[in-house]
């Protein structure tokens, strides 16, 4: 009954438990995405195999480690199960059936890789480790907190690892090997499973760097503390924060973008041109903030003069109090599209984080260059605002499309005879639900208010014949 009663007070939070026997002797280690359900789970199911129930009936304790993802559990698994040998833990090989993580100690700047290999190479081998998903979610992870090199053989230039906070720049000699050793001696705490020792250190350190006004390196450690303690490394929520954490380096923006507006125009030879906007919060799409908006200048194609409108429109008026400012813009469109954009965000007096993206290469052009920004296809960032430059033209196309099937309906309407301006929008509103005017019956058509049995078989008549 105690045992039960630990068991349901566990969070319901990623970590390790550990089972324990007499005298506190470790019998087992797993890791959990919930702690609560994963040992709740050795006592609920009934179907249970002689080895675990043979390891139930020797569990006196169970103790736990909370850990802010399951990937990190899975570094701290192996570390425990490395340690203390445990006897109801299945032995892992170590062959190329599970990977391993690499820290190359043997190179003057050190480098973490995930390997399928263990060799007698002077590097340093932690492993093996039973899912490559979740070592490649905390491999992600270890590279923003300790930034190493990655490259086999370094490079004459600084790489985008180094533009994004994920390297140090050992090649341009942006770090001396000291400070390089000190970001791997951390590393080696975390990786052996010490990351409270770790947290207390980098404490340390932190309110030493404030004592000497180094506010840059108090700042950076701040950040790295923060990140160990409350990062989750999970599936979709990490990729989004990483995603949006690089956005935030690369667009010089001042913090992560939790709001982003993305616009786009569509209109076929200058006619019932619209525009539309759609909005993501945290990297989702937040559909009951989309709008679209049907142009109203006339002064056909020119789409520098709709961008203007449809931000004009969105950013005064009604809209401006009904929705909050977003924390940066994308326009669907090259340097021509930005410099209207800003034009006009500068009329309203807005200051917003713009950048436009053009189809052809995925240029990204910002306000504070006039290159554009060229990423690999593989950057989270890129592929973040790809997908916001293509769901806010699908917006408006779907809403352009409607459009033309309206004027298309319109048309038809005005052929008919004893169908004026009135009947016709009384015939538009109800035809949304009835369907294309070929497939009313009769009887539909009678059941419209305002449309008489006359009109009705004018209808019919005119369906029949074309």
Known sequence: ??????????????????????????????????????????????????????????????????????????ILEAGLIKEHKPKYNVAIKDDKAYPFLKLTINEKFPRLLICRRKKYDGACYFGPYTSSRLLRLALNFMKRIFPLRTCRVMPKTLCLNYHLNQCKGPCEKKIDVVEYKKVVENLLLFLRGKKSELVKKLIQEMNAASKKLYFEDALRLRDQIEALSTVAIEDKRYKIVDQLEEMREILH????????????????SGRESVGSMVCFKDGYPEKKE???????????????????????????????????????IVIDGGKGHLQSAQDQLKQLNIEIACISIAKRFEHIYVQWQSKPISLPLRAKSLRLIMRIRDEAHRFALSYHRNLRKKLMLMSELDQIPGIGEKRRKILLRALGDLGSLNKISMQQLKNVKGIDERTAKNIIEYCKKY
Do not use: H, W
């Open 1 to 74: 009954m105690k045992l039960l009663k630990k068991v349901k007070s566990l969070p319901e939070l990623p970590g390790v438990y550990l089972m324990k026997g007499k005298e506190g002797k470790i019998l087992y280690v797993g890791k959990a995405l919930s702690l609560k359900k994963r040992v709740g789970s050795y006592f609920t199911n009934s179907l249970k195999l002689p080895k675990q129930a043979a390891l139930l009936e020797k569990v006196i304790d169970i103790d736990f480690v909370q850990t802010s993802s399951e990937a990190e559990a899975l």
């Open 253 to 268: 923006l001042e913090s992560r973008p939790s709001l982003i507006e993305g616009y786009d125009i569509s209109n076929i």
């Open 290 to 328: 989309y709008r679209r908006f049907k142009i109203r200048q006339n002064e056909g194609i020119n789409d520098y003069a709709m961008i203007q409108e449809v931000l004009r429109r969105r950013f005064s008026g009604e809209l401006s109090y009904q929705l909050s400012l977003p924390d940066l």
